[in-house]
Structures are given as structure tokens and as C-alpha cells.
């Protein structure tokens, strides 16, 4: 069974940076894509960040380009997710998601692509 285990969330202050971290288990983790995204309150769940199984492909929201940065360590199974310049829009719940299709060439933006999901983590950003 898979499992997902969002770590890293917390307080900060505007401006500030913080680093989430998912750790999975359950299939071969570097088959696979790997997402972020966050739902903050009376909002839908949006895309925050993907990277492709090999590490080699990104795609980012357009409202976190340049601020974000998304990793993966096949070694040890995690994926990660800097975050800096943070705002308070940026204030949300974070999940991590594992794509569904193995060595798949293409990086979805689609959360329907994903069909494994962590509990998620609570990051408030602080004006």
C-alpha cells in the first residue's frame, strides 16, 4: 500500500522560507511523478509543483515560479518542496501526490493524474 508523509510545514513570517518534505513508500518511488498541491480555505485545490520520475523534467504554477523549487532523492524516497519569498496567499494546506502513470514522458499538472495523496501539511504565511 502506498503511503505519503508530508513533513516541513509550519508558521513563517512574509518573506521567509520554509522546506516541505514527503516521504514515500509502498511501490518503486522512481517510477514515478511526483506532485505538490495546496487547497487554502473556500478554495479549490490548485497545482503548486511537479517533477518527473527521473528528476529531469519540472513544471511549476505560474504564481510560484521563481520562488519554489521542487526535488526528488530516488535514494531515499522523498520529494521536496523549497519555498522562499513566501507570501500570504501562499498560506494553505500542502499535499504531496504520486502520479499514476510509471516513466510516463509527460509532468501532469492535473491532479486527476495522481492517484496517491498524503494528509497534507499546514503552511501559514504570516503578513
Known amino acids: 500500500q502506498v503511503q505519503l508523509v508530508e513533513s516541513g510545514g509550519g508558521l513563517v513570517q512574509a518573506g521567509g522560507s520554509l522546506r516541505l518534505s514527503c516521504a514515500a513508500s509502498g511501490r518503486p518511488f522512481s517510477t514515478y511523478a511526483m506532485g505538490w498541491f495546496r487547497q487554502a480555505p473556500g478554495k479549490e485545490r490548485e497545482f503548486v509543483a511537479a517533477?518527473?520520475?527521473?528528476?529531469?523534467?519540472?513544471r511549476y504554477a505560474d504564481s510560484v515560479k521563481g520562488r519554489f523549487t521542487i526535488s526528488r532523492d530516488n535514494t531515499k524516497n522523498t520529494v521536496n518542496l523549497q519555498m522562499n519569498s513566501l507570501k500570504p496567499e501562499d498560506t494553505a494546506v500542502y499535499y504531496c501526490a504520486q502520479g499514476s502513470s510509471g516513466r510516463s514522458a509527460y509532468v501532469s499538472t492535473d491532479s486527476n493524474d495522481y492517484d496517491y495523496w498524503g494528509q497534507g501539511t499546514q503552511v501559514t504565511v504570516s503578513s
Open positions: 517533477i518527473g520520475w527521473s528528476g529531469l523534467r519540472t
